[in-house]
């Protein structure tokens, strides 16, 4: 009967982003009436909401994340859900906490109706989305479907609802990518098997504080049923003894007799364990030992997957990598073009540096993130003959390097663009061997995501590799 009120329970999703949508979806598929809330009001966001709203979704426009935007379902509310964006701490969450309303993360909805289909839960600071699509692609590649979601790839709840409403073949494994701000916000998943790649300093200004973020990443792992972490990291090597029957992957050697690796790459280039040499590296076509210790920790996941390996090995070699980390579009005029965009932070925009041949003219820019700059500096002053810098906190970053004794030209550009006519004009003249936009930086200063950054340099790069595949 029109106008009678809804029985249903309510949900209040926050915010309109694609894992937003996703819950917002999946809940409404699973019988919950579902408000979303939503700050802006851009153009895309009232398409989107008038979208929604004919399967049955009400947003609402224009809604800070304030108490009173909640009183009109004083009583009637069910729960809330939360998009990674938004702190788990904030204090309209506690508020609402206080009333008795429960807070739900992203993850721990798509949990919720996957768990009964096995997780492989991928986290770090650096590196966790080459290694998601790393086994991705040796999984796929023998006949496991096992889909990307989480932090990349679908969202998890948009992967959950396509799997409630059959679009997907039979899932056989999941594979999700979870960053602090997920884990943090979703407790209850405990995956099948848990990778660690590495940990430094990341996301300070929203954990306050390195051992809370260790904490989060660390919880992940502990609810594990298999653990694999990279030995090489010297801040997991620190917990080694609180994992004692788990897997530890070094791309360095076999360990100590005291803390042997349980897979390894031995002197000759091969990828080894216990039961012998597995199969030569030689193959594996990406740049930089980083990502030896990647193939290593896939290697370890794929084996209990279940995969021989021999497959592992093929599957290896056909890996195109990653788009927008250590991605090689092309060169010109001799020189190789890095589009490492992904690299947010300084960590990982120094092992990228490391990773590709030297000297390089690196492009950096964006909002800096809090972190020690000292050793992303000392790489700078290793490999880099020019730096170029844009952006919001060009100035940050200019001082910095100023401050290091960095002795080649430091360049400030408004933006990507003239950044990148910068790189190009002076490639020749100071012999570099490749150019590399590597930030160190976030991208919201500028661009929407890593993505649409990493895109926009292709964008402005493309010409000049085509120009010169043409001569």
């Known amino acids: 009967m029109e106008g009678k009120p809804s029985l249903k329970p309510i949900t209040v999703v926050i915010g309109l982003g694609r894992s937003g949508i996703g819950a917002a979806r999946l809940l409404n598929h699973e019988g919950f009436q579902v408000i979303v809330l939503e700050q802006s009001r851009s153009p895309d966001f009232c398409h989107l909401a008038n979208v929604l709203k004919q399967e049955g979704i009400e947003v609402k426009l224009s809604a800070d994340l304030e108490l009173n935007s909640f009183n009109e ?13 938004v702190p788990w701490d904030h204090p309209t969450l506690n508020a609402l906490r206080s009333k008795g309303v429960s807070i739900h993360g992203e993850v721990a909805i798509a949990w919720k109706y996957l768990k009964q289909i096995p997780w492989i839960g991928i986290t770090g600071t ?25 932090n990349m ?32 916000s979703a407790v ?96 594996f076509k990406i740049p930089g030992k980083h990502n030896l210790q990647n193939l290593l920790l896939v290697t370890a996941a794929a084996l209990e997957v279940g995969i021989p390996t021999n497959q592992i090995a093929k599957s290896l070699k056909t890996f195109p990598g990653v788009p927008h980390r250590l991605e090689r579009l092309g060169e010109i005029n001799n020189v190789t073009i890095f589009n490492d965009s992904k690299a947010t932070n300084f960590e990982a925009a120094r092992v990228g540096l490391k990773a590709i ?3 390089t003219i690196t492009i ?10 000292s050793a992303w500096l000392n790489q700078l002053k290793e490999s880099v003959v020019a730096i170029i810098v844009f952006g919001e906190d060009s100035h940050k970053l200019e001082k910095l390097i100023i401050q290091s004794e960095f002795r080649g030209p ?45 895109e926009h340099f292709r964008e402005l790069m493309t010409p000049h590799i085509n120009n010169q595949s043409q001569a």
């Open 188 to 283: 209850e998943i405990n995956p099948s098997i848990g990778i660690w790649t590495n940990l430094t300093e990341d996301h300070l200004e929203r954990h306050k504080s390195f051992s809370n973020y260790q904490s989060i990443k660390q919880g992940l792992l502990t609810r594990s049923k298999i653990r694999i972490f990279n030995w090489d990291d010297p801040n997991l090597r620190k917990i080694r003894s609180e994992y004692k029957n788990s897997i530890w992957i070094s791309a360095e050697g076999p360990g100590t007799d005291k803390n042997p690796a349980s897979f390894w790459i031995n002197k000759k280039g091969m990828v080894t364990s216990n039961q012998g040499n597995l199969f030569p590296v030689s193959d």
């Open 357 to 359: 041949e030297k000297p």
């Open 410 to 454: 430091i360049i400030n550009c408004r933006d990507l663009k003239h950044a990148s006519l910068e790189a190009l004009k002076r490639m020749n003249q100071l012999g570099a061997k490749t150019i590399s936009l590597s930030p160190a930086c976030a991208s919201f200063d500028q661009y929407v995501n890593f993505e649409e950054r990493g």
């Open 73 to 85: 379902w004083d009583n009637k509310l069910h729960s809330v859900v939360t998009s990674p964006g």
């Open 153 to 184: 790839g679908y969202s998890a709840t948009e992967l959950a609802l396509n799997y409630k409403q059959k679009k997907h073949d039979l899932l056989d494994w999941v594979i999700m990518e979870l960053s602090s701000y997920q884990i943090e």
């Open 126 to 150: 650096n590196g966790k989305t080459t290694v998601t699509h790393l086994l991705n692609h040796v999984l796929q590649n023998n006949d496991i479907y096992a889909p990307m979601a989480g």
């Open 364 to 373: 950096a820019g964006g909002q800096l993130k809090e972190g020690n700059p």
